[in-house]
């Protein structure tokens, strides 16, 4: 009961850190003590009894911890292990483990072992692996394997990268209409061993192998035996198209709550199912994309090098480079103002740095919506209309705080007056971008989150330095 | 097969259009316009035919289809929807309502219709109901209630919001270790009816009712009748403290790949059981809290007004104003210099934007790091270096495209060699700070994603204005 990996804590644990999860930090703690004194001992002497009991310790823990272990080291601490105990790298931890460390590993690993956990391994998580493989491992290890697994693995691999056809898990099962509760518990009794490890569905399949309904474990196992398995069923069934990308089928999944869902072929044949457990990976990988794309970041991971930092950030940062020259031009055409009074070089990037944020929030909103289809062209009218209410009344306020700032700091009325105006127009223009964008782009067919932050402060930041010190211009010189 | 609600495309229907999900898009059309359609039957006359008719199509959508109309109709129709037809706001189709519309409609439904939908729902969508009834009408549902279902309720409101204990599934299947498949199949069959919908695993409690294991259905499903359970059960077993925060709980699911996991109580018995189909909502509704406090808004939701929006983003504007303030400080210390040379007020906002958006980046890969217990105190180190690294050479490649730029723009090399020196300096501190703002919050006990933001941007405005400003004075005067 007071299992190693996830030990219940007891009270005291729990009052004694303000942390939530104590027991999860304390055990973080003695696996990364592990894996240095691991390390230690194999820098001193490989063959010795401490490193072999760390072996034994280290292939004693859940995958999922060990990985996480895995993933913090160094990248020479981790060839240093992988290399001395390649043994330790199981199937399990592999599957775990984020696809950039699976790169950096496999050319430490020998292509038996690697066929062996292919092999071993679902399609789904088997298929990750040999994403990562260089061509000429990969055809190392398809030597290695057996027809049957070769042939599901290639299948799997003519799928575009995150279709479902490539993650979709190959073994279900499947029952036809006439059978009865009695006749399918005994059929997958038999089968034993071929079927998937996991699984919580029954799908019920015409005889052309259509998918016709589907009936839980949980309601079978409560069934009469004698029962008729088409009489049970569930027939509002979602299924899910072999070439959909993996974020429509996640959404299929959170509308629907879906625990699996078969997966059909063009002829809409049964060819595979997706279940939840898989959409909850697909979900948390898309969220952090949408998040890092939101800041301009096209791809990240902790093993990154400073160089692959510098390439998934650059080209962004190029086209901010860009609008800020865009917005230089704007201020350039009043220079003359400027020198004239240098209050509006002290007040320019307040209106600007206004407009930016509010119109970021209004986009986030936006992008987040669209997302969870709440945003709709349907509901886009009213959408627009309330967001260009709201930023006027934002505007409102905050042009009175910088307008009674401008007027404490610089004593000029007319001054005060250009800032309140200026400040008003930029928030209105930020609001009404801040939805327009995303709602523009997605009506193109391109990823709101990807590009519209680009637009949207290019917007405010034009808009901004030209409202401010255009009026200042016209009132105040 | 062919069912209304989740029609497997035609082949036709996947060529029609670019969009990916036809069949999504299609069904959502045919929704609206039938939700449209009985508006207006309502309208010229409620007790007509059409109306009828209407209704009874109403009924037949998949609760999740029919709750996304509701949402997208404007306040007034969902008010006459609602108050004209209570009947079609079915349990199922109030589980799928955002809390935001529950709460709207709430007042329209009378009280023995919510008393049966809550008695009628699992008890943790029956809490979400509750919770967004005023007092006064959970009062009259609560005495329409039988004592059992009152005193689940209750005992569930009586945990934090956001905790494990108000959202766990207080109904589970438990069984002692001594029985064998055949008496757990047995027990099931017999209890039938006060089972929960839908379950995925069964837990072996010891005497004292602490769970000490558990059994898949697909594994008890193809087990021998006459096994013991206990010989069967996996013991690698996490389990999640009934007041756990749901992003813990969540972090827990992810990481071990549960399907389902046993919430226990203070002294370590089973009090109820979470399962993945919720922990996918949470992670939905966290994820999307964590992009809109990236970007400053601290709640939204499509029925909010105009008043709740400026509410929402009103505080993060105003902490904006205050930095964008100290950074007209900065500028306001150099005044002379910008009347002087008034290139500087030109090329000034693309240093600062520049450092903005390179310190927004690095916070947001940090903020998602530490958020998948990537980034940690033991990775920090080696996590700053990196940033440390990236951040000058990013410094160096876009510091030699400006100064070209100021080159070329302004002809004078002094210029150029100062916006050099100035970006370098920046893109540095952006670099840091968008990783040490984040670790330093997640110390000090808050959430990264909430405060980052205002912090990095000071740092770049102000290290951005002070650089470039300073330098200048020093060199060009």
Redesign the interface.
Known sequence: ?T?Q??P??T?KE?RAT?N??PA?VLL?EQN?HLVEHFLEAIASDETSEASRQDFVSLSGL?P?DFS?QI??L?DEDRETLVSHAPGLITADVLAELEDEVVEEILPLLPAAQLAAAVSYLDNDDATQIIEEMEDEQREAVFDELDTEDRAILEASLEYGEETIGRLMQREFVAAPEFWTVGVT?DH??ET?ED??????NIYIV?PAF?P?GFI???K?????RDAQISDLME?????I?QD??QE?AA???????L?SAPV?D?A?RIAGIMT??D???I??TE??E???A????SD?G?T????S??KA??P???I??LT??L??FV??QF?YA??EI??L??????V???GG??G??A???A???IA?????P??AW??VR??G??AF??GI??AF??AI?AFVWFKDVQLAGVAFVAMIINHVFAGLAGVLVPLGIKRF?ADPAVSSSVFVTTVT?VVG?FAFLGFATLILL
């Not at 959404?251 to 709550?257: A, C, E, I, N, S």
């Not at 939101?294 to 970041?297: H, I, K, P, Q, S």
């Not at 070089?345 to 307040?350: K, Q, S």
């Open positions: 009961m299992d990996q996830t219940i804590p009270e729990q303000a939530e999860m999860q973080e990364a859940h999922a996480d993933e913090q160094s518990i997958m009794r034993g079927l998937p490890d996991l699984f919580f015409d259509k016709i839980s474990l949980s079978l196992m409560r069934s009469k027939t509002k069934l979602t299924t198209n959909m990308d429509d959404y299929l999944f959170q509308k629907y709550h625990i059909v063009e809409g939840i457990d959409i909850l990976e979900v948390q969220n952090t949408d998040i890092l939101l800041a301009g970041v990240s902790l990154d090098t400073a160089f930092i510098v950030r650059g962004w940062l190029f901010n480079l800020a020259i917005a230089s201020i350039a220079d400027i020198s240098v209050a070089a002290v007040l320019m990037p307040i600007a740095s206004m944020n509010a970021t929030q986009m986030t909103v992008v987040c919506a969870e289809r709440d945003l709709t349907k509901s009213r959408v309330r967001e209410l709201a009344l934002i306020i905050f705080a910088l700032i067919g930041d330095f």
